[in-house]
């Protein structure tokens, strides 16, 4: 598989896009004494600049990846994000099962992004 500019525009947006995503919906765990409310509201607003980045990526993406491959894409990217943001935003230290299941992710990765496009 040769690796263009749409490839790499595609990971460079889902990358973004997985990050706002993941402020959406864990980032109000660092402010459980904030209404609940208040939480989802301003999750909703982060939420917007995650799909004005999200549905561009897949637009852009699915010019040169199955979707399927789209969507494996997506969960690497949404795990990789999440290890990352949970270590250092949440102060969790990911354990060996954490690890296991990303490694699992990534046998998937190789089965879908083996096959032909």
Not at 10 to 39: C, D, E, R
Request: aromatic share 20%; glycine share 6%; proline share 5%.
């Amino acid at each position: 598989m040769v690796v263009g500019k749409e490839f790499l525009l595609t990971f460079v947006l889902l990358t973004m896009s997985n990050v706002f995503m993941t402020f959406a919906w864990y980032g109000h765990l660092n402010y459980k004494s904030k209404p609940l409310w208040i939480v989802i509201f301003v999750s909703w607003g982060i939420a917007f600049f995650e799909y004005c980045l999200q549905v561009p990526a897949n637009r852009i993406g699915s010019s040169v990846l199955s979707p399927p491959q789209l969507k494996v894409m997506q969960e690497v990217i949404t795990f990789l994000v999440f290890l990352g943001f949970s270590f250092w935003y949440l102060n969790y230290t990911p354990t060996i099962n954490d690890y296991i299941a990303f490694s699992l992710i990534l046998g998937a990765v190789g089965v879908s992004f083996l096959q032909p496009f």
